[in-house]
């Protein structure tokens, strides 16, 4: 096992699912109900553009789901790791596309950009 495959936290997606709002628009929105997986997440790295000074701070983090079948996350998909200091569990939400590294059949995996919300 490939120290990158080795998972260091336990987490719950929310997939993204297709609905109906009360207007009958057809809206996307993550799940309501969580799917429990393994993950190595890793802090991500920030361009100097995009960092912000003062007060304002955000958790961006690289994610990768092991032994994770339910296919790949969309947009409005959202991923529930550990809690805040009020027990409330900590939210993020997928930041842009999916990254995907198709080297060989042995390293290709797919890795999410998420950002606390």
């Not at 993950?39 to 958790?59: C, L, N, P, W």
């Not at 789901?65 to 529930?80: D, M, N, P, V, Y």
């Not at 809690?83 to 842009?96: F, I, N, S, W």
């Amino acid at each position: 096992m490939s120290l990158l495959n080795r998972p260091n936290a336990d987490v719950l997606v929310y997939p993204e699912v297709v609905t109906t709002d009360e207007d009958g628009n057809t809206i996307t929105r993550p799940a309501e109900t969580g799917i429990p997986s393994k993950a190595r997440i890793q802090v991500a790295g920030q361009s100097t553009e995009t960092q912000k000074q003062g007060f304002e701070t955000s958790d961006r983090l690289n994610i990768r789901l092991i032994g994770w079948t339910g296919g790949e996350l969309g947009a409005q998909a959202a991923i529930s790791w550990g809690t805040d200091e009020l027990d409330r569990p900590k939210m993020y939400a997928v930041e842009g596309e999916p990254l995907r590294y198709i080297g060989s059949r042995r390293t290709a995996h797919t890795e999410y950009i998420i950002r606390r919300f």
